[in-house]
Structure formats: structure tokens, C-alpha cells
């Protein structure tokens, strides 16, 4: 008698997790016992946060979570639909034009995620014929964009402008579209946007960017890295989270509002998708009230920002305050590994980042601010990579 696809498919898994185990790349849940936060409760220890993306420290946020209670109360909990059945709401419009405002944009549009955002943008705008032209760094998200396009896939090295221009100049695509991070997630570093606005002008080329970890962070008022250089109107699409420095969950394209048009009629991932909760909708738009007018959250934000910069170039690494995020890279996932226990032991949660999410030789510790971090606790995790001893391991990035 034959094996039961049940055992089948376990087979297979057990082979593939073996395999994982053995390289240290097999993966796990661990749940938090309390709120997100700065310090969160982790299997009954205490531990000081350095791995959430809550830039602005607004997930906990008393005046977020009030306006989600009250607009459960409203709306209840589910939608129940997709919105272009019954699953659309006046908040999800009230939230998208806050966000248009927010973004001088003519339009935006809802998605569910950041991921569900550029897996359904790309494929929407070229198709077969046409020419995505991908940062080799971008979110697995834009590459999964890309691929899903159909369209030729061109990447370029990192923030390489002048291979970016040389590949635009050489394509014969009937539409050529550049994606790239502003901020890249596991680096930290910042996209010559400036330069590849130019390039994409220069040949004919539209550009969409993922701004998921600038919002909030970067610009006067907090709308990202092409607010902070005065390119919101020369870029065609600008991708946001509500899901890291606003605190919630969620996404948007801020774009014009035939874009707009044609991603509602066209982007699978927002028609077959039963849309976001009205409560996050409505707490949504109190936290971009509060990154656009709450001017002292970003001031302690980048408080820390430096100080943790110039704590790491002390203790031999390099290191620039351009974003929330610092790589400390360790090379193998098993050093990386014992590092993040290590690191736990001293009271500092902060989890190792392994292949696929970075390429290979490249396993690391991803630090990450927040505005809730006090310096005591910046001065913690600095002491405990100290104790550790990173600093004497060769470590760059």
C-alpha cells in the first residue's frame, strides 16, 4: 500500500529541515508575552528590543491603540470582503486621502502589506516586452514583484547608477521601469535617489520605490527619503508600510490617480484580498497625525540614531547615522547565532539575520532604533556588544 500524501509531503520536509538544520539556517516562532515595545517580556525574561521595525515607538502608542478600540466598536472586527465587494469602508478612504495629503501625492491605494503592495504594482505596470530594472539589495518582495512581472528582469549592482544608466541605454524594452529601496532594510544604507531619479528621466524610464523604512523616519515631516531630497514629484510611485514607524499594519502607493485606477482594476493581490480592518484604518491615520506633528519623535529617534553610531565606530566598526537600522555582519550563521544568545544573556534581544534574507558569508545582527529607546538602553546594547567581543572579530559592512 502506498504512503499517504500526508506522509509524502512530511518526508520531503524532513529532508529540507535536516538539511536547514545542518547549515544553521532551520528557522523558529518565538512569541512575545507582552506588547510590542523597547522592552518586551520574551519567555518570561525581560529584554530590551533591538529587532522590532516600530521606528517611532507607536505599535503600543495609547493614543493609536484608543482610536483602534473605538473604531472596533464601530465597525467590528472583519471586513468580511475584498473592497471592491462590501469590504470597503469610509475609513479606508479617510485613511488613503490623509495619506495622499501626507505624501503631496495626487492619489493612494490600501494594500495589505508591504509584500502584497509590490508583488501586485509590478505585475499591474509592464508585462512581457517590458523591462524591470532591480537594485541587486532590493526587499525579497521587489524581486518577487519583479519575477512575477513577466517582464525581462535587469539587475544592477548595489546603488550603481552608472551601471543602471548604461543598462537603461541599452534596452530596446517597450517600457522601462527602475525599482529600488530608499532605505535597504538589512544595510541600512540609503539609495543614491537623487542620481537615479536623473538616470530614469534621462532614458525614459518610470520609478517606483519602497520607502518602508524612511517613512517616518527620513524628511521635515517624516514622508520618507524623497520628501527629505524634494523629489516626491519626480518619482512615479512611492511605497509605503503602515506597518513599521506608523505602528500598525498594512500599505499604500502614493502615485497619481490613474495609477491609482488602473491598480484597482489590476493589481491581484489588492482585488482578491479581503481588506484591511477599518480599526487599523482608523488608527493608521492617528499615527501619521502623529509622525507628521509630533516633531520630538523623530528628535529622539535620531538622538539615538547617533549615539549608537558613534558607540559602534568606538568599538572598531564603521558605521553612519543614515537610517534606524545598523548591520553588525559576523559572516556565518552560527557565529551570528551565538552572538544573538550571547547578546540575550546581557539583556539586549536582537536576532540573527541569516541567509536567504542576506546573501551568503553575510549572516549578521540587525540593530534597529527606535524613538523609545532611551540612551540608557543604547548604552546597554553597546556594553553587551562590547562583553561580547564583535569588535575584535574583524567585523565590517
Known amino acids: 500500500m502506498s504512503d499517504s500524501t500526508r506522509d509524502v509531503a512530511s518526508e520531503w520536509a524532513r529532508e529540507d529541515v535536516s538539511a536547514l538544520q545542518a547549515r544553521g539556517l532551520r528557522r523558529g516562532l518565538e512569541p512575545l508575552d507582552s506588547a510590542q515595545g523597547p522592552v518586551v517580556t520574551m519567555g518570561g525574561e525581560t529584554l530590551v528590543?533591538?529587532?522590532?521595525?516600530?521606528?517611532?515607538?507607536?505599535?503600543?502608542?495609547?493614543?493609536?491603540?484608543a482610536a483602534a478600540v473605538a473604531a472596533v466598536e464601530r465597525y467590528g472586527v472583519g471586513t468580511g470582503a475584498s473592497r471592491l465587494v462590501v469590504g470597503d469602508t469610509l475609513a479606508h478612504h479617510r485613511l488613503e486621502a490623509r495619506l495622499a495629503a501626507f505624501e503631496r501625492a495626487e492619489a493612494v491605494l490600501l494594500f495589505n502589506s508591504g509584500y502584497a503592495a509590490n508583488t501586485g504594482i509590478l505585475p499591474a505596470l509592464v508585462g512581457p516586452g517590458d523591462a524591470v530594472f532591480s537594485d541587486a539589495l532590493n526587499h525579497a518582495s521587489l524581486v518577487d514583484g519583479c519575477r512575477?512581472?513577466?517582464?525581462?528582469?535587469?539587475?544592477?549592482?548595489?546603488?550603481?547608477?552608472?551601471?543602471?544608466?548604461?543598462?537603461?541605454?541599452?534596452?530596446?524594452?517597450?517600457?522601462?521601469?527602475?525599482?529600488?529601496?530608499?532605505?535597504?532594510?538589512?544595510?541600512?544604507?540609503?539609495?543614491?535617489?537623487?542620481?537615479?531619479?536623473?538616470?530614469?528621466?534621462?532614458?525614459?524610464?518610470?520609478?517606483?520605490?519602497?520607502?518602508?523604512?524612511?517613512?517616518?523616519v527620513l524628511g521635515a515631516r517624516g514622508a520618507g527619503l524623497c520628501e527629505e531630497l524634494g523629489l516626491e514629484s519626480r518619482v512615479a510611485l512611492r511605497m509605503g508600510t503602515l506597518s513599521k514607524a506608523l505602528g500598525g499594519q498594512g500599505a499604500y502607493v502614493a502615485t497619481s490617480r490613474v495609477v491609482v485606477d488602473l491598480l484597482t482594476s489590476r493589481a491581484r493581490p489588492f482585488i482578491f484580498s479581503t481588506a484591511l480592518p477599518a480599526a487599523l484604518c482608523v488608527a493608521a491615520e492617528v499615527a501619521v497625525d502623529a509622525v507628521e506633528k509630533d516633531v520630538e519623535l523623530r528628535e529622539r529617534l535620531w538622538r539615538n540614531i547617533r549615539r549608537f553610531a558613534e558607540g559602534l565606530r568606538g568599538l572598531g566598526l564603521r558605521a553612519e547615522a543614515r537610517s534606524a537600522v545598523f548591520p553588525v555582519i559576523l559572516g556565518e550563521p552560527g557565529r551570528a547565532l551565538d552572538a544573538a544568545r550571547r547578546l540575550r544573556e546581557a539583556g539586549v534581544l536582537v536576532k540573527a539575520i541569516r541567509p536567504p534574507t542576506v546573501p551568503e558569508g553575510t549572516s549578521r545582527l540587525r540593530f534597529c532604533l527606535s524613538a523609545g529607546h532611551t540612551?540608557?538602553?543604547?548604552?546597554?546594547?553597546?556594553?553587551?556588544?562590547?562583553?561580547?567581543?564583535?569588535?575584535d572579530r574583524g567585523t565590517s559592512w
Open 375 to 391: 540612551l540608557g538602553h543604547v548604552d546597554l546594547a553597546l556594553e553587551a556588544l562590547r562583553h561580547v567581543g564583535v569588535h
Open 148 to 216: 512575477l512581472s513577466r517582464a525581462k528582469v535587469i539587475v544592477y549592482p548595489h546603488a550603481d547608477v552608472e551601471a543602471l544608466a548604461g543598462a537603461l541605454a541599452s534596452t530596446t524594452a517597450r517600457r522601462k521601469l527602475v525599482v529600488t529601496d530608499t532605505v535597504f532594510s538589512m544595510d541600512g544604507d540609503v539609495a543614491p535617489l537623487r542620481a537615479i531619479v536623473e538616470a530614469c528621466e534621462a532614458h525614459g524610464a518610470a520609478l517606483m520605490v519602497d520607502e518602508a523604512h524612511a517613512t517616518g
Open 49 to 65: 528590543n533591538f529587532s522590532s521595525n516600530d521606528y517611532l515607538g507607536l505599535a503600543a502608542s495609547s493614543a493609536v491603540r
